[in-house]
């Protein structure tokens, strides 16, 4: 077969009445079509790990885990505002712990990106506290805040810290040293300096590590949340497996997973919308 007359088939099997189907198909694919491909995966392979455990003699008192009572759980959990309640506190000490390691984190990233000396005397303690898993600190966290909340807000934010303040140093790093040659040349002080190039150029450097930021503290937020705490989602977690309610259990999973995935979409959108190369 000639290249004519294949080029002619593969056109007469993507058109039918004039109608392009396969340019259709992958609108429809790029649009939403992988999404619900992949949702329909993952929920294929959490039913058959409950069917599994189900008909499994040993461990069918886990049935619940399944998908179906999870989904019916988390419908009752909403409607009478159980999830609600689980929820805004968990969301507070987040939005607290991540405050605090931006307050804390910027600054610094931005002030070893700028000094070379101060970089060097700093890499060698931030790199070894950075390795030292958030929740070690838990006992000096319990002796050292009068309350719960603030233990758990101060263990979120030794989390947080490190994304934030390395990728703020990188992103200093990397602005052009001219930038700062015509800033001087043009009369610009050091306030002037922060505010007008280097913010500019690092803020999709800032919310890049609070991306990477949200992921470590939301991963650390429930078991810190074990802490001698009375509500959050990580308290409703714990207490559901102790009362044996695994589809109690599973429908909290659910909640932070999707409020992970919308929290992880903001932060994208952010990253956007401080780029300055696609606004350029």
Request: aromatic residues 12%; neutral net charge; contains cysteine.
């Amino acid at each position: 077969m000639s290249s004519q007359q294949t080029l002619s088939s593969s056109l007469y099997t993507a058109r039918v009445g004039g109608i392009d189907w396969l340019a259709i198909a992958n609108r429809l694919m790029h649009s939403g079509g992988y999404t619900a491909i992949g949702i329909l995966s993952l929920l294929a392979a959490w039913w058959l790990g409950g069917w599994l455990i189900e008909n499994n003699p040993d461990t069918s008192s886990f049935a619940d885990f399944a998908p179906a009572p999870a989904f019916s759980r988390l419908v009752e959990l909403t409607l009478n505002g159980a999830v609600w309640t689980a929820i805004v506190p968990s969301l507070e000490r987040i939005g607290l712990g991540l405050f605090w390691a931006a307050v804390l984190g910027v600054p610094i990233g931005v002030a070893i990106g700028l000094y070379a000396s101060l970089r060097e005397v700093t890499h060698v303690p931030f790199q070894f506290l950075r390795m030292i898993s958030p929740l070690a600190w838990m006992p000096i966290a319990v002796l050292a805040f009068a309350t719960w909340d603030g233990a758990i807000i101060f263990l979120i934010t030794v989390a947080a810290i490190w994304p934030i303040l390395f990728s703020t140093a990188q992103g200093v790093r990397r602005i052009d040293p001219l930038w700062f040659k015509v800033a001087k040349n043009l009369g610009a002080d050091g306030f002037q300096m922060l505010r007008k190039i280097i913010l500019p150029a690092i803020g999709q450097d800032i919310f890049a590590g609070i991306r990477l930021a949200v992921g470590v503290a939301w991963i650390v937020l429930v078991p810190a949340e074990y802490l001698g705490v009375t509500s959050g989602l990580g308290y409703a977690i714990n207490d559901a497996r102790d009362t044996l309610e695994y589809d109690t259990l599973a429908a909290m999973v659910v909640v932070i997973g999707v409020i992970g995935f919308f929290l992880d979409a903001i932060c994208v959108k952010l990253i956007q919308r401080f780029s300055w190369h696609q606004q350029g």
